[in-house]
T-cell receptor
Framework: DTEVTQTPKHLVMGMTNKKSLKCEQHMGHRAMYWYKQKAKKPPELMFVYSYEKLSINESVPSRFSPECPNSSLLNLHLHALQPEDSALYLC?????????????FGPGTRLTVT | KQEVTQIPAALSVPEGENLVLNCSFTDSAIYNLQWFRQDPGKGLTSLLLIQSSQREQTSGRLNASLDKSSGRSTLYIAASQPGDSATYLCAVWIDSGYALNFGKGTSLLVTP
């Protein structure tokens, strides 16, 4: 199974709401990632978790709060978002292939902030 | 910072043509290079991964090459089909090995 799953597929939230995005993989990968992708732009790295610990935070605003409860699950908690945060949020995990890593992506959550 | 450039930004070809997508990167100290396909509004599908020690990888009608010294990779698609229409993204691993740097992609349209 080389699948990364994300829920929900679509999310509409107001600027005062609190919501969470969920990502799951059962490939035994120990690194998991959140990316943000705006329309017609490449994905931008937000966070990296390695062995369930946050290893990289690409200067993401605090209204985005990641959480890694266990090695298979990654959450992104959202609070007081702005309309410009509307985007496709992609989760990924990686495994070692030889001396390098191959990354697998989920289908994404399409977020709209109203 | 590693910069990844993809040329052309958009490409339209008739069905059956062979085509080449180009990717260049500024820092040759990479772990690997990965090509992805993305359909509109969807996630990324990995097509090919080339490790830094490799020169090329093949999968079906796809062939990707890597020239680390010149900072270039090409994705060759043989006998293109309308179903190949998508955005193709090139990405390289930065030295830490924990993140991908993406190019802006090539939007491909294959017309029947």
């Amino acid at each position: 199974d080389t699948e990364v799953t994300q829920t929900p597929k679509h999310l509409v939230m107001g600027m005062t709401n609190k919501k969470s995005l969920k990502c799951e993989q059962h490939m035994g990968h120990r690194a998991m990632y959140w990316y943000k992708q705006k329309a017609k732009k490449p994905p931008e790295l937000m966070f990296v978790y390695s062995y369930e610990k946050l290893s990289i935070n690409e200067s993401v605003p605090s209204r985005f709060s990641p959480e890694c409860p266990n090695s298979s699950l990654l959450n992104l908690h959202l609070h007081a978002l702005q309309p410009e945060d509307s985007a496709l949020y992609l989760c990924a995990s990686s495994e070692k292939v030889g001396e390098t890593y191959e990354q697998y992506f989920g289908p994404g959550t399409r977020l709209t902030v109203t | 910072k590693q910069e990844v450039t993809q040329i052309p930004a958009a490409l339209s070809v008739p069905e059956g043509e062979n085509l080449v997508l180009n990717c260049s990167f500024t820092d040759s100290a990479i772990y690997n290079l990965q090509w992805f396909r993305q359909d509109p509004g969807k996630g990324l599908t990995s097509l090919l991964l080339i490790q830094s020690s490799q020169r090329e990888q093949t999968s079906g009608r796809l062939n990707a090459s890597l020239d680390k010294s010149s900072g270039r990779s090409t994705l060759y698609i043989a006998a293109s089909q309308p179903g190949d229409s998508a955005t193709y993204l090139c990405a390289v691993w930065i030295d830490s090995g924990y993140a991908l740097n993406f190019g802006k992609g090539t939007s491909l349209l294959v017309t029947p």
